[in-house]
């Protein structure tokens, strides 16, 4: 199928039930919880006196209203990331087709079927849609999940036994019960009931009784509700494919692509837990050359390692090690971290953030002081990207979150702090421009790739899915340098 084909198909197929046809309808959920700092740091960011010179007050506060609101929901599509240096795209996307539909079919006596687009301009991505909000009907037996566990189920997951903080008393395996997140982590684990602020997120079937979750000595592992009736229906991928089909945000995917690597380069991935941008990096390479994945918590590599081990790469090298301090003043020393300057072809600098731009996410409890804690340490990453760096080499700086202090004020600082660097077209570009407020010129913004849902929230179901997949995203910023 080709690319016209395939939003043509799309685009008559994705009003059966994926659309949002506006915010009332949208808006099942409150607007992301956040603390009353909070809140008014972030309106400070899209009302600001740029933004304000070039847009009626109106229409900023419209957009950063829009912000919270798409925030809490889920984006309209799954996006998976196929293991193209495994096998072509149509054979995985045939084959996880077949099994998703085996999947789907052993939990419902209908006839199923799975829609699966390829993206028109990415070559290794397939496309889901996401069926919702649904018309389900919240049960007496409610089930009391955080908001991580209830992020997740939105996002196609089942219930998993650890993310359960309250059921009924006399709850049993087989019982069918509501599941309803915790916004606020209010409440008491074990609680046999909960009236706090919470939202409903569908219905499901216990896989475990009160007593296994709650009064043994181990703390309970696996499906503790498998659902039947989520409010959002998107395919559950537990065990699909592991080696071919790789969940990814569309964002994360487009790094790798806009960081270019080639066969035979040497590349650094700065803070590369879970391990999905170097997988996606050794992939484009064809396992030829070296990825070398840096990060600070041990079982966080583990977890690279695995990755790597599960789909077949063998180019990537991964080590427990702080970026911060990540070169050496021995030019002489080559083996493992810290390395000599200008090591590197490429570096990809994924910076820790204050992850504001995360889909689906109801609520966050931290205070202004964690939300502007990250920019420091974003420079100090950045100033040993810069120093590993080769001249007439590639950094990639991005970050999941939303404020122009992570984002367009570290570019304006960078390209005043390092004189060696220049900003760089990206291919591919889907998201939005940079946004104004940094003192960036016109032409400087249209280099950066800000992916902005709120952009985009009231579009109607007429779109087709490959169009709004490209804005209907986590938020997310990348920003391309040439070192000089």
Known sequence: MSCDQASDVCGSKIAQGTQRQNVEEMSV???????????????????????????????????????????????????????????????????????????????????????????????????LPVDGPRPVEPLSSEVVVDAQCGSAVLRGAHVFAPGIVASPKFMKTGDLVSVFSDLEGKCTRAATSFQGKRVFVGNG???????????????????????????????SFDG??????????????????????????????????PGGKTSHIAALMGDQGEVVALDRIRNKIDRIRENAQMLHLRSITAYCFNSTQAVSSDPAHTEGP???????????????????????????????????????????????????????????????????AENEEQVAWALETFPCLTLQPQEPHIGAEGMLGAGLSPEQLRLLQRFSPELSWEQTGTTALSRRADSDTIGFFIAKFLKG
């Not at 709650?214 to 503790?224: E, L, R």
């Not at 080696?243 to 590369?272: K, T, W, Y």
């Open 205 to 235: 079937v216990a896989q475990m009784d009160r007593f296994s979750l709650f009064c043994t000595d181990k703390p309970a592992k696996g499906i503790g509700v498998r659902m039947v009736e989520p409010l959002y229906q998107s395919p």
């Open 338 to 404: 810290p390395f000599p300057p200008e090591s590197f072809d490429r570096v990809l600098l994924d910076a820790p953030c204050s992850g504001l731009g995360q889909r689906p996410n109801m609520g966050t409890t931290w205070g202004l002081k964690e939300i502007c804690s990250y920019q420091p340490l974003q420079r100090k990453l950045f100033h040993a990207a810069v120093r590993l760096l080769k001249k007439g080499g590639v950094l990639v700086y991005s970050t999941c979150t939303v404020t122009l």
């Open 240 to 273: 699909v494919l592991p080696s071919l089909a790789f969940l990814q945000n569309l964002p994360s995917v487009v790094v790798g692509h806009v960081l270019g690597p080639r066969p035979g380069e040497r590349i650094l991935d700065m803070c590369a837990a």
């Open 29 to 127: 959920f409150p607007k992301i919880s956040l603390k009353p700092e909070v809140a008014d740091f972030l309106k400070s960011v899209f009302v600001n006196k740029e933004v304000l010179a070039a847009v009626d007050h109106q229409v900023a506060e419209c957009r950063f209203q829009k912000l919270l609101t798409c925030l809490s929901h889920p984006p309209s599509y799954t996006c998976v990331r196929a293991s193209t240096h495994l096998a072509p795209l149509e054979e995985i996307r045939h084959k996880l087709g077949e099994e998703l539909k085996k999947q789907m079919c052993s939990s419902s006596a209908e006839e199923v079927s799975v829609q699966i687009l390829p993206h028109p301009r990415i070559p290794d991505v397939l496309l």
